[in-house]
DNA sequence: CTACAAGTTCGATGGATATCGAACTTATTC
DNA sequence: GAATAAGTTCGATATCCATCGAACTTGTAG
């Protein structure tokens, strides 16, 4: 049975543990995950997610979060937003974000 | 109290959890890690630990793993050897290191 | 004491990547 | 439709870091 792509919402697998690693390596990576993780449903408009760096350099970010399969990105109303999947990467590696996430900052 | 440092056992504390996950998320020292993981005592001869690089390369990741707070020099009978130190990580950070020890490879 | 083995340290190098600014895309608003 | 706002893409740059080889250290064996 095919799945349906006519919605266009591609999810990619998440990717190798090794690449979701280094995803949540990055200082500036791990705190847009932990404002997903505080925000409602996880999601969150690109601009609420950083601080003190271009958008051009956020939105690289982004990618490379969405690329290990961490984050999704929406159009909800317009906007962009980025979803956290943290069901999925709790699927994949069990344990391994929530207990990042419940670590002290 | 003063802790007793004569025996130059000089542990020092595990490091920021970037500092941890950065050490982690290279694929030659999360193998490293594995391999001292699945050791007697979580303690391992260096040149049991890698293959495929040079000896000097090894060392240098030894250091990375060290000053990430995650694993410990010791020398026993004149062998230098490396452990894992699982139950200071654990402390530091509940769960993340047991989580991605046993998540599949 | 010499030779060898195991690790470390030191420079040097190449590749990966974090960052930026500018140009482009797409919606929304006036 | 023009103007603004939010993100993305693209080049360019600079920094970080994984890797190597060579020299050094230390301990063991002969």
Same mark, same amino acid.
């Given at each position: 049975m095919e799945a349906d792509l006519s919605k266009s919402s591609e999810l990619i697998p998440v990717g190798p543990l090794q690449q979701v690693l280094a995803a949540l390596a990055d200082p500036v990576r791990l705190e847009m995950v932990r404002r997903l993780a505080d925000a409602e449903d996880s999601t969150a408009a690109?601009? !609420? !997610?950083?601080?003190?760096?271009g958008k051009s350099t956020a939105s690289h970010h982004f990618k490379t979060l969405r690329e290990a399969g961490v984050t999704q990105r929406l159009v909800e109303e317009g906007q962009t937003h980025q979803r956290l999947r943290t069901d999925d990467v709790e699927g994949a590696y069990p344990g391994v974000l929530t207990s990042i996430l419940s670590s002290p900052r």
């Open positions: 690109c601009s !609420l !997610l950083y601080d003190g760096i």
